[in-house]
């Protein structure tokens, strides 16, 4: 009788454990919206400085779609740092085909780490069109 009991509360054990790990893997956050996530916190978080548009890009991806990309320069306390961003999922917001190399533009940038940066967020652009 208790081979029985200990086999119950095994299965049951591993059915819990299962279930638990099932659940956690459903709440993990897509990149998409970890990125979203993350201009939200930079743009509402974030101090503003002067960059520089270096470049930007549009190429296909692994997935069949076209990524946009904005490469940019800005200073932050002596360093320089250059960094670029997906706007692949914020096209309504700007129109990258006018922006023009060499623009000075606004980025803000994250006070703890100055190399996580943006220069558009859902509500706000730095780019001078």
Known sequence: MTLIRIYTLAGALAIAATTTTLWLRGRRK???Q????RRQRINAQGRITDGTV???QEFDSDTDHSVQMVIYTYDVAGVQYECS???TMLRQFLDLHSCRIGVATSVKYDTHNPGNSIV???TWCGLRL
């Open 34 to 37: 970890r990125e979203t996530l």
């Open 85 to 87: 961003q997906d706007v």
């Open 30 to 32: 897509t990149p998409e």
């Open 54 to 56: 270096l470049d930007v």
């Open 120 to 122: 558009v967020a859902e």
